[in-house]
């Protein structure tokens, strides 16, 4: 089909395009990043999601954009995920060296063993995260890290809310587990 062809989304619409790029580009990008761990492919899947948005603009309710983005960029990073995995079994010898840095700590009023500690701490929490199983990880990522609630969440993974509440436990205990002595219960 000829892009040029499709009907030019009525101006109502362009508007809210327009919000939700603004207000979930950060968080997608965010979110493809700790599931990806890789900063630059993130950037790429979250312009994919919002011009499968944009294609799709007449297809999804303004309500329903945040939840469908999600669903979309996860989409997309199991994907580049399942890749990866098919790259890997073909070039063992190959590691990636190219891993995301930590979230930049604001240090600014710190004294400089707080903000030594602060970035250790990080660097901590991301291994956590990381060390997640994809399945635990997309969970916790969408709940406690974006905020979305369990039947958002359960719409963007495809599964049941009970799956979701079952996975960001066990993805909490394992999290607890791996940052006990910094988790304060």
Not at 122 to 140: D, H, K
Not at 147 to 154: I, M, T, V
Request: hydrophobic share 45%; charged share 30%; glycine share 2%.
């Amino acid at each position: 089909m000829n892009p040029s062809a499709q009907a030019q989304p009525d101006p109502l619409t362009l508007a809210a395009f327009h919000r939700a790029l603004a207000e979930h580009a950060d968080g997608l990008k965010t979110f493809a990043t700790r599931l990806l761990r890789d900063a630059m492919a993130a950037e790429d899947i979250a312009q994919d999601a919002f011009l499968a948005l944009y294609r799709h603009l007449h297809e999804v309710p303004e309500n329903a954009f945040r939840p469908w983005l999600y669903r979309v960029a996860r989409n997309f990073c199991l994907d580049q995920l399942r890749r990866r995995k098919f790259k890997l079994r073909l070039f063992r010898d190959v590691a990636r060296e190219d891993e995301p840095e930590p979230v930049p700590v604001d240090t600014r009023h710190d004294r400089p063993e707080d903000a030594a500690h602060a970035r250790e701490v990080q660097v901590r929490i991301q291994a956590a995260i990381e060390a997640l199983p994809v399945r635990f990880r997309e969970a916790f990522l969408l709940c406690e890290m974006q905020g979305l609630s369990y039947e958002d969440a359960a719409a963007i993974l495809n599964c049941p809310v009970k799956t979701v509440s079952t996975r960001l436990f066990r993805a909490r205990q394992r999290f607890k587990e791996a940052l006990g002595d910094l988790i304060r219960v």
